[in-house]
């Protein structure tokens, strides 16, 4: 089974309800915009398609404009998600996780802000770091085996294949778990302190991978079932808009479910992980052969340890 405390990461999360509010804020903003956008491109896109012979067909390109704009937006504004929300989270659930006290409130979001800036400077800076650390994930995978690892049995290809994509799903919260790592040890040189919380990872990546895998297929469960119960009013919903739109009920009912899970559910799985990882890599140091396997598996992991010897982040 699983090697972290459903009961104690819930109350971990309790005691970072502000950052919990402000994602819910968020996305599900994000969501409302989404529905708000389409709604309104598809009533202008009816409205002008009745120059023509069949309104719906613009009605429904209206929706795919509005619910594009939106999109773009949100690529827009990911540096200061990551930067406020992501890490700034991470940071006090550390914190916590240390037996330290935080603010209540809109001040526990202050002091977030401020470890944040501390250790990894301005939010371009973190975005680059985090791309370096998720360019180097996709290495993890083959190196501790894949499904090997787990069960070594001939003539599986299909389900092997299957797990395997379920192993590359699960490694979806590791550049967290490098973040907090930083911020655990207080680090003045991001890029060299996440070199090593890769290869920590990677050693560990039995017990990681299991507990990942646990964690994922929960989340995700419980995300589709979020996704059926909102089909139904979503699809009333638009069936009330004009144009040729009720397929995007199922869109909509997507996009709610994937804000559901990034507002609860992603912040439960990475303090179970990070919970995990910290406990599991207790007085290691790491080791020199999985940092080559990773050097000449990842040219990212390369371009981490170059930025390394530059020394602490400006």
């Known amino acids: 089974m699983w090697d972290f405390s459903i009961g104690r990461t819930l109350g971990l999360m309790m005691q970072t309800l502000p950052f919990i509010a402000m994602r819910m804020i968020v996305y599900f903003g994000i969501t409302i915009a989404y529905l708000a956008a389409t709604g309104a491109g598809a009533l202008v896109g009816f409205g002008v398609g009745h120059i023509s012979d069949d309104p719906g067909i613009f009605g429904l390109w209206g929706g795919v404009i509005g619910f594009g704009v939106v999109s773009v937006v949100v690529y827009w504004i990911r540096e200061y998600i990551l930067y406020m929300l992501k890490a700034g989270h991470i940071a006090v659930m550390v914190e916590l996780m240390q037996g330290k006290t935080l603010p209540d409130g809109k001040g526990q979001i202050e002091h977030a802000k401020l470890v944040v800036a501390e250790r990894f400077g301005e939010a371009n800076v973190l975005f680059a770091l985090d791309q370096l650390i998720k360019g180097a994930i996709g290495a993890i995978t083959g190196l501790i085996g894949g499904i090997a690892a787990f069960i070594p049995l001939p003539g599986l290809n299909g389900l092997v294949s299957f797990i395997n994509t379920v192993i590359r799903m699960s490694l979806t919260y590791v550049d967290e778990i490098i973040l907090g790592y930083n911020i655990k040890l207080n680090s003045q040189n991001p890029w060299e302190t996440s070199r090593q919380g890769l290869v920590l990872y990677a050693q560990n990546g039995r017990i990681m991978v299991k507990n990942a895998i646990w964690l994922s297929l929960m989340l ?71 940092d080559r396997k990773l050097s000449e598996a990842s040219g990212k992991f390369r371009e981490l340890k170059d930025k390394a010897l530059g020394g602490a982040m400006a």
């Open 220 to 290: 995700w469960v419980i995300a589709v079932v979020i996704f059926i119960v909102m089909l139904a009013p979503m699809a009333g919903l638009f069936f009330l808009l004009p144009g040729d739109i009720a397929g995007w009920s199922f869109v909509a009912a997507i996009v709610f479910a994937w804000a559901f899970k990034a507002a609860f559910l992603e912040p439960f799985a990475i303090a179970a992980l990070m919970d995990v990882y910290f406990r599991t890599i207790e007085g290691q140091v790491p080791n020199v052969e999985w």
